[in-house]
């Protein structure tokens, strides 16, 4: 009899094990819920500084963090080279902006870009306009499919540019006199 009982409690302590093991104990709400914005913010200005001192500042309306990338709106960045780069919408990856609606650039000598749609990488310095755009420079007016501006080496290229460009002649010290 004693045996007949071992067996049973056995065979008990089996189908248990099977049976707990078969069973999901998780939670099936945390499953289905994603986690889409990590952090939101309002009213905010991100500033970077190193041990040398200031190297950007971003100032923001509303933005948040989601999946390892800042989404603003209403956006303002400033460094050493752009005096202004401003959007309605960005996102930022790393180093890498994405820009949308309303993206303008000024510099400090007075140069400004506008365009709808624009990609500026702060460590390369390099402001892409992938959408038409218009450049004003110093009196100077022109305009394009795309460009590409390096803003620390100041120099634009651009396709399919059209404009309007205002040549100065130079004054020499040498008048033209006839005796």
């Given at each position: 009899?004693?045996l007949?009982f071992?067996?049973?409690i056995?065979?008990m ?13 998780h ?32 100032i ?13 709106t209403?956006?303002?960045?400033r ?11 960005g ?17 400090y000598d007075g ?15 390099i ?14 007016m ?13 120099i634009l290229?651009?396709m ?7 040549l100065?002649?130079?004054?020499s ?7």
């Amino acid at each position: 009899m004693g045996l007949k009982f071992d067996i049973a409690i056995v065979v008990m302590i089996v189908l248990t094990s099977l049976i707990t093991m078969s069973v999901d104990l998780h939670d099936q709400n945390k499953k289905n819920k994603t986690i889409s914005k990590e952090m939101i913010f309002y009213e905010t200005t991100f500033t970077e500084v190193t041990s040398k001192g200031f190297v950007d500042r971003m100032i923001t309306k509303k933005g948040w963090r989601e999946g390892g990338k800042l989404v603003l709106t209403s956006l303002d960045y400033r460094n050493d080279t752009v005096k202004r780069l401003m959007a309605d919408k960005g996102m930022t990856i790393g180093d890498m902006f994405y820009l949308d609606g309303n993206v303008s650039l000024y510099r400090y000598d007075g140069f400004r870009y506008f365009t709808e749609h624009a990609v500026y990488d702060k460590k390369s310095g390099i402001f892409e306009a992938t959408s038409p755009f218009k450049a004003y420079m110093n009196g100077n007016m022109l305009e394009g499919e795309s460009m590409r501006y390096n803003t620390y080496t100041k120099i634009l290229y651009a396709m399919i540019v059209h404009g309007e460009i205002e040549l100065k002649k130079e004054k020499s010290d040498k008048t033209n006199e006839v005796e």
